[in-house]
């Protein structure tokens, strides 16, 4: 139980994770500066994960958000995230005890609905469909879509599970 594995629904080819590697590649030049896009993506376009933020819930404004510096860190801790996942996609072992702490601390320790973390993933490819332009190919972002399908379905699976370490 909770092994990432691609006898799920997906797997990662070899061409899969070429594409999210070169995407990668332009959007973590920027860790803090895109980090931050992100998570103001996500506050605006759901407004209701600001909640799970105590600093962030009273930011109301587009200029608040973009000012503000913890955003700023909490979209590069995303990203760095993101970037050790990157890292290790031949190395599922190792994704799963980075998204085990990941969904641990959320579930346990912040209170954040498994949800939240669809919404993150689809801002994300909105995002760098925006950002990218032609760049972000169909087959790039098909890539990506597959990676969040998998980082979604192990997240689940440690939320679902009190057992796992």
């Not at 139980?1 to 999210?20: F, P, Q, R, Y």
């Not at 500066?33 to 962030?56: C, M, S």
């Not at 290790?88 to 609905?113: F, G, P, Q």
């Not at 760049?135 to 009190?162: G, N």
């Amino acid at each position: 139980a909770g092994v990432l594995s691609a006898s799920a629904m997906v797997t990662l080819t070899a061409e899969d994770k070429n594409n999210i590697r070169h995407v990668w590649g332009m959007v973590y030049k920027d860790p803090e500066g895109n980090g931050a896009v992100v998570v103001i993506r996500l506050f605006t376009d759901h407004p209701e994960t600001k909640q799970y933020f105590k600093r962030f819930k009273n930011l109301d404004t587009l200029e608040q958000m973009q000012t503000n510096p913890r955003i700023k860190l909490h979209g590069k801790r995303v990203m760095n995230t993101l970037n050790q996942v990157i890292d290790n996609l031949d190395d599922w072992a190792a994704v799963k005890e980075i998204l085990t702490a990941l969904a641990e601390r959320h579930r346990d320790v912040h209170k954040i609905h498994i949800h939240n973390f669809k919404l993150l993933f689809d801002v994300i490819i909105k995002v760098y469909g925006e950002a990218l332009g032609p760049a972000f190919t169909d087959a790039a972002c098909e890539s990506w879509s597959k990676v969040f399908q998998l980082l979604y379905s192990f997240l689940q699976s440690v939320y679902t599970s009190r057992t796992e370490p």
